[in-house]
């Protein structure tokens, strides 16, 4: 039990488009959504936080007209990469939490923009 | 603040011999600890916790950690590697009383045949 999936695993697009990137938490209702971001062979970076219904909780740093998130349903949240530049290009994981203090990750997807 | 800090960058060890991934932390009050490990382009797998209770804790593939209060460890550790153990592992921490993880940098083991 506890399966998140995330969904594309890979996607490569243009500078100046929009991305949106699924986390979906497969046999359970998460209370909480998180979003990182990771850099090659480096740590996981919180980017936000969000709760299902209610507006997301960005860390410092992290522009939220860029990066929208979205948490729709108790098994749902999307990220959205607006406007999207070569700098963005990053691995984008998930994770989603029910009760207790552990989250479940995603697979990861990797963002590459020309 | 919390904080988590893996001091090795890379841990070398042949198959068969033991493995330890060092992990330091600090927190207010009480921790929750937790070890994942991860493969090229994959998300992270969960290998152990520890909430509250026995201070060793056995996970998943063999690995077991145990927690030090007083020194403010988690070791990670398993008695005899295997080649396929050889990933980037990560050590994270959170806070009783909130709901972030504080990752390490990460510590890469590579296991020789």
């Known amino acids: 039990g506890a399966v998140v999936s995330q969904h594309p695993s890979w996607v490569i697009c243009k500078s100046g488009t929009s991305v949106k990137i699924e986390c979906r938490s497969l046999?359970?209702?998460?209370?909480?959504m998180f979003w990182y971001r990771q850099f090659p062979k480096q740590s996981l970076m919180l980017m936000a936080t969000s709760n299902e219904g209610s507006k997301a909780t960005y860390e410092q740093g992290v522009e939220k007209d860029k990066f929208l998130i979205n948490h729709a349903s108790l098994t749902l949240s999307t990220l959205t990469v607006t406007s999207a530049h070569p700098e963005d290009s990053s691995f984008y994981i998930c994770s989603a939490q029910r009760e207790g203090p552990e989250q479940f990750f995603g697979p990861g997807t990797r963002l590459t923009v020309l | 603040a919390q904080s988590v800090a893996q001091p090795e960058d890379q841990v070398n060890v042949a198959e068969g011999n033991p493995l330890t991934v060092k992990c330091t932390y600090s927190?207010?009050?009480?921790?929750?600890l937790f070890w994942y490990v991860q493969y090229p382009n994959r998300g992270l797998q969960f290998l152990l916790k520890?909430?509250?209770?026995?201070?060793l804790v056995k996970g998943s593939y063999g690995f077991e950690a145990e927690f030090n209060k007083s020194q403010t460890s988690f070791h990670l550790k398993k008695p005899s590697a295997l080649v396929s153990d050889s990933a980037l592992y990560f050590c994270?921490?959170?806070?009783?009383?909130?709901?972030?993880?504080?990752f390490g940098a990460g510590t890469t083991v590579t296991v020789r045949a």
């Open positions: 994270a921490v959170r806070a009783l009383n909130d709901y972030k993880l504080s």
């Open positions: 046999d359970f209702q998460a209370t909480t």
């Open positions: 927190v207010s009050g009480n921790p929750y």
């Open positions: 520890y909430i509250t209770g026995d201070n």
